[in-house]
């Protein structure tokens, strides 16, 4: 499978506890992104990497919220001291730099914090 | 502030009919426009896009429309089938920014 993979796919957690979450892109892009999903919303922007460069960050990532791509490869979205607010689809996403509004998307971390 | 509005939560339509879902956006700046759709336990997959220079493109049975002075797509679906039921998210951007996504709309195709 050539797609963009994405683990866990469900993540139960208690409140104050830390959560990671792993992305694996597809092989020949060099964007990648991380969106979050609740209920009733379209996908929200989070932050993308341009290799291993993370070249935005939305307003919505606290500072409880930090992501790496330390080799332009894989990437990792952990989040602090979680809250209930925190849960949420979690979406990884790649693209070629030149089509960057052509998104492939993985199915997603499933976050429920209890 | 929402740049990119879908109105419509759900439509309901008969298969073999045509499903029209509609997106309005607030941006001028916006270089690209795309549909998403979304099946449960899936994240979402392209579907088609159109640059903002065109007012329209086209890809077998799905079309997308673009009136920029209306700042307004829709998405036409013809005919619709059963397998097109899925959430329909509306996206748009500036040439390498993020893209931003509309909150979606349901689409039924009854049988």
């Keep these: 499978d050539t797609g963009v993979s994405q683990d866990p796919r469900h993540k139960i957690t208690k409140r104050g506890q830390n959560v990671t979450f792993r992305c694996d892109p597809i092989s020949e892009h060099n964007r990648l992104y991380w969106y979050r999903q609740t209920l009733g919303q379209g996908p929200e922007f989070l932050t993308y990497f341009q290799n291993e ?8 990532l606290s500072d409880r919220f930090s992501a790496e791509r330390p080799k332009g490869s894989f990437s990792t979205l952990e989040i602090q001291r979680t809250e209930q607010g925190d849960s949420a689809m979690y979406l990884c996403a790649s693209s070629l730099p030149t089509e960057t509004e052509k998104l492939f998307f993985g199915s997603g971390t499933q976050l429920s914090v209890l | 502030d929402q740049q990119v509005k879908q109105n419509s939560p759900s439509l309901s339509v008969q298969e073999g009919r ?15 426009f795309l549909w998403y759709k979304k099946y449960p336990a899936e994240g979402p997959t ?3 896009s159109i640059s903002s220079i065109k007012d ?15 700042k307004h797509l829709s998405l ?6 059963p ?4 959430v329909y998210f509306c996206a748009a951007n500036q040439a390498g ?3 931003i996504f509309g909150k979606g709309t349901t689409l039924s195709v009854s049988s």
Excluded at chain 2, 57 to 70: H, I, M, P, Q, Y
Excluded at chain 2, 83 to 86: M, N
């Design chain 1, 53 to 60: 460069a993370q070249l935005e960050k939305s307003r919505l």
């Design chain 2, 18 to 32: 045509i499903s029209i879902l509609n997106c309005d956006y607030t941006n001028s700046m916006f270089d690209y």
């Design chain 2, 46 to 48: 392209f579907l088609i």
């Design chain 2, 56 to 70: 329209k493109n086209e890809d077998g049975r799905f079309t997308v429309f673009l009136n920029k002075s209306a």
């Design chain 2, 76 to 81: 036409h679906i013809v005919p619709s089938q």
């Design chain 2, 83 to 86: 397998g097109d039921s899925a």
């Design chain 2, 97 to 99: 920014t993020a893209l």
